[in-house]
């Protein structure tokens, strides 16, 4: 079957990504998503927003420091973390889910690699749905988001649910994870996801070791041969901490160079904790790729 994916973007086109909320341009900004999550056991945030009064609370704020939208899970991807079922994710969630997409004016996306909780979530108004999995767990997931209109992220990782963190080897970590992508989002269209709706993260901190996410980051530029949208998250995770010998608490600093270093790569959607400081960075970081390019046809003029 032919993709869109064997066409490519031609270089003039604007770079957009579709969700159910409208249409993001990113050629024009990039996109920061802020993350909240209603887990007991996550990394960073694991039990700060299980009451509605600190969940709505952390949604306004994120709202006022620049996110472009919401990205809520119920399941924590954490080393050692347990695989919930889809009947105990949706119980984390559905207590707050639906009240804070009424409430909060921003697009929600829900992080879940099981079909029947984006299903859910999808039927409560949920712009996109993203799948660290890359639909590894539930392929049927693509059909579910694709049905409701709704944009979906494909994570690169092996080895979900149970399997996300075991160390895997690699010849080429920058290949293999755009070849991966390549063949999840070919899948994702055959099962009736529009290109368009499609973005791609190659899962910086998941089924690799430190140095190879810093492999997988510096291979960022190859995965603008799939002409999609990059998607990528960094901030707080353990490779930052592996690099710099920095806690948790410590990370800030690293997460926001290395979302620089995504960006002069390419990345435009950036999903975070720490959403002010991000989207600061990101737009200092266009305002002087702007005067360089400014500066470039100005001397090519001359």
């Keep these: 079957m032919r993709s869109d994916l064997d066409v490519p973007r031609p270089p003039n086109e604007p770079l957009i990504f579709r969700h159910r909320a409208g249409a993001w341009d990113l050629t024009r900004r990039a996109r920061v998503v802020g993350v909240l999550n209603l887990t007991p056991d996550s990394f960073y945030d694991g039990g700060r927003y299980l009451t509605s009064d600190a969940a709505f609370a952390r949604a306004e704020a994120m709202a006022s420091e620049g996110a472009d939208a919401i990205d809520v ?59 660290v999995s890359g639909l590894g767990v539930d392929p049927s997931l693509a059909e579910v988001t694709a049905r409701a209109g709704a944009g979906l992220i494909l994570m690169h990782s092996r080895g979900a649910p149970s399997g996300l963190h075991v160390p895997r080897e690699y010849e080429d970590v920058a290949m293999e994870v755009r070849d991966f992508l390549e063949r999840r989002a070919r899948l994702a269209e055959e099962r009736g996801v529009p290109r ?40 707080r995770k353990s490779f930052l901490g592996a690099l710099t010998g920095e806690p948790v608490e410590g990370r800030l600093g690293p997460g926001l160079a290395v979302t620089v270093a995504a960006y002069l790569q390419g990345a435009r959607i950036f999903r975070t904790h720490d959403v002010r400081e991000t989207a600061q960075a990101l737009r200092v970081v266009e305002q002087v790729e702007e005067a360089r390019m400014k500066s470039e046809i100005s001397a090519g003029a001359t």
Excluded: C
């Design 73 to 131: 899970g119920g399941q924590s991807t954490r080393p050692g973390a347990p695989a919930l079922s889809a009947e105990e994710e949706w119980g984390r969630l559905s207590p707050l889910l639906p009240a804070l997409i009424r409430s909060v004016p921003l697009p929600f996306s829900i992080d879940t690699y099981h079909a029947e909780v984006a299903r859910r979530a999808l039927d409560q108004g949920v712009a996109m749905v993203n799948d």
């Design 196 to 235: 368009r709706m499609i973005a791609i993260d190659p899962g910086i901190g998941f089924s690799k070791r430190a140095e190879q996410s810093v492999a997988a980051l510096a291979g960022i530029s190859r995965l603008q041969e799939l002409g999609r949208p990059i998607y990528v998250g960094v901030s």
